[in-house]
């Protein structure tokens, strides 16, 4: 079992940056693959980022790719989201989310939601232009 918390998220203009953070606890976090995913209103979910269990893999969607970064801390059970240069249509739900292996490790991340196990409550993002 994993619970997950974001935090980090709030109102930012256009064209700044802001880091979400999510806090896991268990003591296999370390073998966990990792996301991140969002919902904008009136939208389904969508993939933003993901990462494998040592940080040595990600993967990000078109949408984010060259603005986001998605890193995690192993001895902190932490995984973050660093989103630079953000646009109105980066405003959503954010959601982390965790995807239990199904051998030792996660090795490869994943995009697709049904991978997820595990979901945060989510935090806001508000992007102002």
């Known amino acids: 079992q994993v619970h997950l918390v974001e935090s980090g998220g709030g109102l930012v203009q256009a064209g700044g940056s802001l880091r979400l953070s999510c806090a896991a606890s268990g003591r296999t976090f370390n073998s966990y693959g990792m996301g991140w995913f969002r919902q904008a209103p009136g939208k389904e979910r969508e993939f933003v980022a993901s990462?494998?269990?040592?940080?040595?893999?990600?993967k990000y969607a078109d949408s984010v790719k060259g603005r986001f970064t998605i890193s995690r801390d192993n001895a902190k059970n932490t995984v973050y989201l660093q989103m630079n240069r953000v646009q109105p249509e980066d405003t959503a739900v954010y959601y982390c989310?965790?995807?239990?292996?199904?051998?030792?490790?996660?090795?490869?991340?994943?995009?697709?939601?049904?991978?997820?196990?595990?979901w945060g409550q989510g935090t806001q993002v508000t992007v102002s232009s």
């Open positions: 989310a965790a995807d239990p292996p199904s051998g030792l490790r996660v090795a490869v991340p994943s995009a697709r939601e049904t991978s997820y196990e595990y």
């Open positions: 990462i494998n269990w040592s940080g040595s893999s990600t």
